[in-house]
């Protein structure tokens, strides 16, 4: 029993020092993003800017969520405690670091 635990072991370590992680992903060759979608990540900050279900528009909130390959969505925290998933940027728009950030991408863009 000893002989099958220490050969499973040594194999699950030879097998993660030669795997290596990989750094990010990469776009699906389909994905074709919609025009005017915004990137956002975990973390960021964003606002309402539409009423939506226990969501007064103008409410402030946080990305929770950010998923998705074609139609980039993501579900957010608001400040009301109200947690909203599937929004894009018909739904909200980025404040603060993330709006900066956006605006700094977009301006290298053009």
Do not use: C
Not at 17 to 41: M, T
Not at 67 to 78: A, D, E, I, K, M
Request: hydrophobic share 35%.
């Amino acid at each position: 029993m000893a002989a099958d635990s220490s050969s499973s072991s040594s194999a699950s370590s030879s097998y993660a020092s030669s795997s290596s992680a990989p750094q990010g992903w990469k776009p699906h060759a389909l994905a074709k993003p919609h025009a005017n979608q915004i990137d956002l990540s975990m973390g960021d900050t964003v606002r309402s800017i539409v009423e939506l279900n226990g969501v007064p528009s103008g409410t402030e909130g946080k990305v929770i969520l950010a998923n998705g390959f074609n139609w980039l969505r993501y579900r957010v925290r608001f400040s009301n405690g109200v947690e909203v998933g599937d929004l894009d940027q018909r739904s909200i728009e980025p404040t603060g670091k993330a709006a900066k950030r956006l605006a700094k991408i977009a301006k290298r863009a053009n």
